[in-house]
């Protein structure tokens, strides 16, 4: 099963739920040729996406989540209210959210296991950023941050996000993707799902879901419009 997941960031409104019916639509197509297609929307559209995606080939999940189920945390969210809300899925260190927040490992597995918890799957993310690449510390850096999750690899997803490329419009080389997907592969074991983020977009889809060990893509930008995620969809 491939998997395609938008990850909208802090973006979209109740207008976007138009964008949200093409992707539903387009999406039966892509179930038959054995895609999943997930949509992160900002969680104050989190209930409002999730019943438009209820009983379709699209499921929803939350961007973060608190690990406690409640408390003094005030501005956070637990993965209890995001599946209230219709969540199937969350997604756990991003980098966006690590600098904001400053987790560690500790906190992020205990993100982790809040997700395991009330029956949602994390996505985990991983990545190194430009000067450990320069540094040659790439593997290393993202194989470490994969210790997180390595005794629940079973249990999640894992999307490999260099740091430096995140809404950037640059992407690797083909070759490094392939480097690194194989190195969590061997890290990981055959069972979770690898998928490759960072500027992914219609225009190189197809070349980056063809790399070994790529099961999917997890897609920021042009998630948020449904002809380009449908098409990267396609791009398998």
Excluded at 177 to 187: F, S
Aim: net charge negative; aromatic share 2%; glycine share 12%.
């Amino acid at each position: 099963m491939a998997l395609i997941i938008g990850n909208w960031k802090m973006n979209g409104s109740s207008a976007s739920l138009a964008e949200v019916g093409q992707m539903i639509d387009g999406a039966e197509a892509a179930a038959k040729d054995g895609m999943q297609m997930v949509v992160c929307p900002p969680a104050t559209m989190l209930r409002e996406v999730s019943a438009a995606c209820r009983d379709t080939k699209v499921q929803t999940g939350g961007q973060d989540c608190h690990a406690d189920p409640s408390g003094a945390h005030t501005g956070c969210i637990s993965a209890e209210m995001l599946v209230e809300a219709g969540a199937s899925y969350c997604i756990i260190g991003h980098s966006e959210a690590r600098e904001r927040s400053g987790d560690d490992n500790e906190t992020l597995g205990a993100k982790v296991e809040a997700v395991l918890r009330v029956g949602m799957v994390p996505i985990f993310c991983v990545g190194e950023s430009l000067a450990e690449r320069q540094d040659l510390r790439a593997v290393e850096v993202v194989t470490g941050q994969l210790d997180v999750v390595a005794k629940k690899a079973g249990q999640v997803i894992v999307a490999y996000e260099p740091i430096w490329a995140i809404g950037t419009g640059l992407t690797p080389k083909e070759e490094d993707i392939a480097e690194m997907h194989l190195a969590m592969r061997e890290k990981l074991g055959p069972q979770p799902p690898l998928l490759y983020g960072g500027s992914v977009k219609p225009g190189n889809a197809a070349e980056i879901l063809r790399i070994d060990n790529v099961g999917g893509a997890l897609v920021g930008g042009a998630s948020l419009v449904a002809k380009d995620f449908l098409a990267i969809a396609r791009a398998i």
